[in-house]
């Protein structure tokens, strides 16, 4: 299949006029020679182009050609459009071939998805590739084709003139421009294929709805796509009623003066249409087809679209819009679009009983060209109440009329609605505490009608039942959120729940302590706790929660004990324990020896001063008999093992200092001497 248009005849390309050129040109005017009125491409169609009427509009930015990052420097000169959108994603590939030799034609593809197609002047990032070689003969995109884009350049370069394939997106919308930069050329072909991308709608040509208007004698038919302008007969020949008693006398649309599809079309009746259904019938028309989209698919002949009409009467309302939870205004749907200035501003030809008092302050519709298809009475003050309400309209009782959009009458009639109470998602709970967990019932009351809860405990899975039995840890935080609806309207309650109540048993102490000192024992135990007891080894206890400082006895040797806290909750029956190891050392005064043996046999096996306890801002260092730094720490209970870096050292003699503060006396003490490594 092919499709004609018509083009100016291309000479031969001078490089210079693809720069500031516009202003010799006329403005383009041709359908298809601009953005808004490109063709519509189908991806199985060949376009010829013959004629290409000389134009240009604004200047193009070209991707690593224009001056500037947002310059625009290139000419859209002598263009055509051409407009088409991608149904599967995939590679586009496509041919321009010229018509005669010696002819250059440049191209760019946009994605004009979402936007105003004129965006193609002043959204840079709107292009997708393209290629401005100057070279002459066939250009487009192909599997072989180079991945940037060619900038202009003289015929004799034989620069590149094919880009590489470019990705489509499903769904997006393209724009791709063809143009020659002088004003006479023999015009061009442009097909596509080579690509994996569909541009071709599969959808078949149909109409959808037929609406006529007040006297029966217009009808306006919605097709489900675009349908050539050129399909279409205007003496209306497609079309047929059924039963018959009209025939179709004239056929036309708002679009085609400045396009090439339509969607919608106004067919002219010779006489009236008789109240009843009828059926608007497609037949070949007089120019030899029926109604054909982009890739020239028809509406098969014979088919069919049945639709009411009625001589207008007065009406009656159709119903009244479903109240959301407290409304502040009613909707009034009629059959037929209500003229907008008909109604009453005030809504005095309306009003409104029930449970509650409720006064209406304005009436007004959605107004569209002085045609509403609803009329919206605003109230007073909000319905906060649950109950059946009744619209009474009295049209006319304040001396103006409310008319149709065929000047019909609305008449009197009475509409009852039903409003819901508003909700509250307050919940109780209750909790029964455990040693190590706790169970908590949570409740709805399930008051003002509510059908519908959605629990979120934590960010747990959603539970939808009013009432719900869950298990936490005993010490916990727990966020807890319910959702309630009667299916009008919604409420939203959260709540944090602190849980503390597990006995859990802690305390700090020191584990090494001096034979004259007292230990003193921190109690940090948590959770809710009725009685503590203390066992010092087995010398003393203690049922206090924090006990007094404790003497263990004096042996004069290293002792070792055992302390050790019980937490008690009488009510819940529960307890915890803990227990810690106390060295209480023989001495603490703070002296060095003179020698030792790092043979691992597990006597004298490490160098260091002992009992330094006391000592403060402590800081020991050895060196060997070349002033070497052996061993160094800050840490008293950080011993030297008689290696140097990892390596083992022989007998000798090494030198040590020591430096502190006496934690008792506060007095800075400084000490130094020697000690034999023995082997």
């Known amino acids: 299949m092919k499709m004609f248009f018509t083009s100016k005849i291309f000479g031969v390309l001078f490089y210079l006029s693809l720069f500031n050129g516009a202003a010799l040109s006329q403005t383009c005017t041709t359908p298809g020679q601009t953005p808004s009125t490109a063709f519509p491409v189908c991806g199985t169609t060949t376009f010829i182009q013959t004629t290409v009427p000389a134009c240009s509009t604004n200047d193009l930015f070209v991707p690593g050609c224009s001056n500037g990052t947002g310059g625009a420097a290139y000419q859209n000169k002598n263009p055509f459009f051409y407009k088409f959108t991608c149904y599967v994603s995939g590679t586009l590939g496509f041919r321009i071939t010229p018509s005669a030799d010696f002819e250059d034609y440049d191209w760019q593809l946009y994605d004009i998805t979402g936007q105003n197609p004129n965006a193609i002047f002043t959204n840079n990032s709107l292009v997708v590739t393209g290629n401005w070689s100057g070279t002459y003969g066939p250009t487009g995109a192909s599997a072989s084709g180079v991945n940037y884009i060619n900038c202009a350049s003289v015929p004799t370069n034989n620069e590149p003139t094919f880009a590489q394939m470019p990705m489509l997106i499903a769904g997006h919308e393209y724009l791709l ?12 072909s442009l097909s596509f294929g080579g690509g994996t991308a569909v541009i071709t709608d599969p959808k078949i040509p149909a109409m959808i709805s037929v609406t006529p208007d007040c006297n029966g004698q217009v009808l306006n038919l919605k097709l489900n796509k675009d349908i050539r302008c050129n399909s279409l007969s205007a003496n209306g020949s497609e079309f047929s009623i059924s039963p018959s008693g009209t ?3 004239g056929a036309t649309t708002t679009i085609c003066s400045a396009g090439f599809v339509f969607d919608e ?4 009746l010779t006489a009236p249409l008789t109240s009843g259904t009828h059926q608007l019938v ?6 030899g087809n029926t109604l054909l989209d982009v890739c020239g698919n028809n509406i098969a002949p014979g088919q ?3 639709f009411d009409y009625f001589i207008p009467q007065p009406i009656l309302a159709d119903s009244i819009g479903k109240a959301p939870c407290t409304p502040d205004s009613i909707l009034i749907y009629y059959p037929k679009k209500i003229k907008c200035s008909s109604i009453s501003p005030t809504g005095s030809d309306f009003s409104i009983s029930g449970p509650t008092p409720v006064t209406i302050i304005s009436a007004s519709g959605n107004c569209i060209n002085d045609e509403s298809k609803y009329i919206v009475l605003k109230l007073g003050s909000t319905i906060y109440t649950k109950g059946l309400y009744t619209v009474s309209i009295q049209p006319g009782i304040d001396g103006s009329p409310i008319f149709d959009v065929c000047g019909q009458p609305i008449l009197p009639q009475s509409l009852p609605f039903i409003t819901a109470d508003t909700v509250s998602a307050l919940f ?14 949570f409740s709805h009351d399930g008051a003002h009608d509510v059908n519908y809860w959605n629990w979120i405990f934590n960010t747990g899975t959603p539970v939808t039942t009013r009432t719900h039995t869950i298990i936490f840890p005993a010490t916990s935080t727990n966020d807890i959120q319910l959702i309630v609806s009667n299916g009008v309207c919604s409420d939203t309650a959260t709540n944090t729940i602190v849980l503390d109540n597990e006995v859990k048993a802690a305390f700090t102490m020191p584990d090494v302590i001096c034979p004259e000192d007292q230990l003193q024992v921190n109690n940090i135990s948590t959770g809710q706790i009725d009685a503590w007891r203390w066992n010092f080894d087995i010398i003393a206890s203690s049922n206090l929660k924090d006990p007094l400082p404790f003497l263990f006895p004096n042996n004069n040797k290293e002792a070792y004990y055992t302390v050790k806290l019980v937490a008690f909750n009488f009510t819940l029956g529960c307890s915890d324990s803990t227990r810690k190891t106390l060295t209480v050392l023989d001495h603490c005064f703070i002296d060095v020896p003179t020698a030792f043996t790092p043979n ?3 006597l004298n096996d490490y160098f260091w001063p002992h009992n330094a306890l006391k000592a403060d801002n402590y800081e020991f260092k050895v060196y060997n008999r070349w002033g070497q730094l052996v061993f160094a720490t800050t840490d008293w209970r950080k011993k030297w093992d008689g290696r140097i870096n990892g390596a083992v050292q022989t007998t000798g003699v090494f030198v040590w200092m020591l430096s502190y503060i006496h934690r008792d006396t506060k007095q800075p003490v400084f000490r130094k001497g020697t000690v034999t490594l023995i082997r």
């Open 282 to 287: 497609i037949n070949t028309g007089s120019d």
């Open 304 to 306: 069919s679209i049945s």
């Open 600 to 602: 691992n046999d597990g």
């Open 177 to 188: 421009m063809v143009s020659h930069f002088t004003d006479t050329q023999s015009g061009y």
């Open 428 to 441: 109780t709970y209750t909790t029964k505490f455990g040693c190590q967990r706790d169970t908590l019932s």
């Open 247 to 249: 025939t179709a006398t």
């Open 265 to 268: 079309v106004v067919i002219t």
